[in-house]
């Protein structure tokens, strides 16, 4: 199985023991690697009965047939378990060199589930895996994790871990990976699952090789697109995605106080916070997942005022938009610290930023009071209030215990209203790009598998600027509204090739298209496809996933955006009045999938994808 370790490691925490499974070539070639393996997995091992912070919960690493070899930015692996935060399928992508480490070790995924008696850490090396006790790193953050875990286990190893957040199951806490590099699986609360199997970290290096099957064909291509990327890429490497937040702010799409309606633009404050302010202030280098020639990591270090001492993985555009713009903070340094604060307590900075602004704004109003607060002024604005508020999310203390939850449950249990304000898709927080710049990009987020996320189908993108000649794509602007919900279920198809191939998704303004993901896997795996079978692989992928949560609930009821992103125009200088007629685009998206008018996969279509 050229391409793969052609091994999974089962780990039972319960009975602290481990084996080796071979990986089945016929669920390669149905659902690649990465998440598509890893929902097939939960698809077949999990029920309508599973507690997402149960024991009988699994929480899936999967790494994908290009990791480890030489394809440009390939070094991904995804996350995938029953999400604790949403109750449905839950994933999170990441980057760095862990799944470097862990199919040179010799496995293509992990599959965990139990409980461990203890805290615990697997250290995973050539083949070989040690459950060992993790209680002297129990109560630690990430940074200090890494560094501990390195120095007993091999100075080269790669560190996945959680942080004080995971370990008190903060519905929000994240994987975080690389150490300081901070490579970030964010999303869902699968820091949490972690957790709630007293697993504190996962240590991997190997020394094995990846066998390609066209080793030549793939470094001459490998070559040409790593030129291509280096020469369209320039602006990512010197600014990281930083560099977004002012052209974003300037159409509507970066959230300002909670994403309210607001008669005013809030550029200087972008200016503030932006890629050229940090490169000109506080940024200190930029770093490389492991292959890749972009670099888009930031590294930052401050050493006077307030926030001295930060030093590490800088903010990058989500973090800078929701724990700025979102809040109305424009101190980068701020910012800053609060970011770091979040790498080392192990929660997602993305709906870490929306339970803040949720906070700020049932402060405007009366509902939650300075007291409420633990004496904090949650005003907008206020960076004091941003840098403590993160403090007590991670630590579970005072009302960041409740807002660790999330918003629906934070607006559940103020209630006054609360739930007007508390923005979220199927229970995961909006992330920082805005559906009334791009109606795309609205029926995008309410069909998600995750709920609100931009990466799973970078739908706004296609609208805007990316072109896909294979799909005879070209942009057609982000507020036609015909045509949109055929876009969304492409791109999404796109995307769940992108995750199980497991490519970075940056990769396609540097020139990657369709034709490449097709010759790419056949120089690396031997296996002849076309494009059109591989796009019927990521079809395939995204319905198992919609039958995972149909059997968790979710229905046509659960496509949906929060009321204010469909009611309430941005009417700023610049900004269009959009609001997005999700229901029409909802239609053409049900019919293109040909599923029922409840959200359901029909089974023609179940038919024609072997599922």
């Not at 996933?545 to 200088?573: Q, Y």
Request: proline share 4%.
């Amino acid at each position: 199985m050229r391409g793969y370790a052609g091994q999974i490691l089962r780990v039972n925490l319960t009975q602290e023991e481990s084996h080796q499974v071979p990986l089945a070539e016929d669920k390669t070639k149905k659902f690649l690697g990465g998440t598509g393996l890893a929902a097939k997995f939960l698809y077949d091992e999990t029920d309508a009965h599973t507690d997402p912070l149960g024991p009988e919960n699994l929480l899936v690493f999967m790494s994908g047939p290009f990791a480890g070899t030489s394809v440009p930015t390939s070094c991904r692996h995804q996350i995938v378990s029953v999400s604790p935060l949403t109750g449905i399928f839950g994933e999170s992508d990441v980057g760095g060199s862990w799944a470097h480490q862990l199919k040179r070790a010799g496995f293509d995924g992990i599959i965990i589930q139990g409980k461990a008696k203890r805290p615990v850490y697997l250290w995973i090396t050539n083949g070989k895996v040690e459950i060992r006790g993790a209680s002297h790193i129990w109560g630690k953050d990430t940074y200090e994790v890494d560094s501990i875990l390195r120095e007993e286990t091999h100075e080269k190893a790669t560190v996945a871990s959680i942080g004080p957040a995971g370990e008190k199951m903060v519905r929000l806490a994240s994987i975080v990976h690389d150490g300081t590099d901070a490579r970030i699986a964010g999303r869902c609360g699968l820091g949490a699952v972690m957790g709630s199997k007293n697993l504190k970290a996962i240590v991997a290096l190997g020394k094995g090789k990846i066998e390609v099957d066209a080793p030549d064909k793939l470094r001459d291509s490998a070559r040409e697109m790593n030129s291509s990327l280096q020469k369209n890429m320039e602006s990512m490497t010197k600014y990281g995605t930083s560099r977004r937040i002012v052209p974003s702010e300037l159409i509507g799409d970066t959230p300002l106080e909670n994403w309210k309606h607001v008669p005013y633009r809030w550029e200087q404050g972008a200016q503030n916070i932006s890629g050229p302010r940090m490169a000109e202030t506080i940024l200190t280098g930029s770093y490389h997942c492991r292959g890749c020639v972009i670099g888009c990591g930031r590294r930052v270090r401050i050493t006077s005022g307030p926030y001295a001492g930060v030093e590490g993985g800088g903010p990058e555009y989500e973090t800078l938009a929701m724990l700025g713009g979102s809040l109305l903070v424009d101190n980068l340094e701020a910012i800053a610290m609060a970011n770091e604060l979040c790498n080392r307590y192990g929660i997602d900075t993305i709906s870490t930023g929306a339970v803040i602004a949720f906070a700020m704004e049932a402060y405007e109003k009366g509902i939650i009071t300075r007291q409420d607060a633990g004496g904090l002024d949650l005003s907008w604005g206020k960076e004091d209030a941003l840098v403590e508020m993160v403090r007590m999310i991670g630590e579970a203390r005072g009302i960041g215990a409740l807002l660790g939850q999330g918003v629906r449950r934070a607006a559940e249990e103020i209630g006054h209203n609360s739930v007007e304000f508390a923005l979220h898709v199927k229970g995961l927080e909006m992330p920082a790009h805005d559906p009334r710049a791009f109606n795309g990009l609205a029926v995008m987020y309410a069909t998600s598998s995750r709920g609100a996320h931009h990466t799973s189908g970078q739908t706004h993108v296609y609208e805007s600027r990316l072109s896909m000649p294979e799909i005879n794509h070209t942009p057609p602007g982000p507020l036609v509204v015909e045509g949109k919900g055929i876009l969304a279920a492409k791109t999404q198809n796109i995307m769940n090739l992108f995750d199980s191939l497991k490519l970075c998704k940056f990769s396609q303004f540097g020139g990657v298209r369709l034709t490449h993901l097709k010759n790419w896997y056949t120089y690396v795996t031997g296996n002849e496809t076309t494009v059109e079978e591989m796009l019927t692989t990521g079809e395939r992928i995204f319905n198992l996933k919609r039958l995972i949560n149909n059997r968790l609930g979710i229905s046509r009821k659960d496509d949906t955006l929060p009321a204010r992103l469909l009611t309430l125009r941005r009417e700023a200088e610049g900004m269009s009045p959009n609001l997005p007629p999700l229901g029409e685009m909802l239609a053409e998206y049900y019919e293109h999938r040909k599923w029922t008018e409840d959200g359901i996969p029909s089974s023609q279509i179940l038919e024609k994808l072997g599922l």
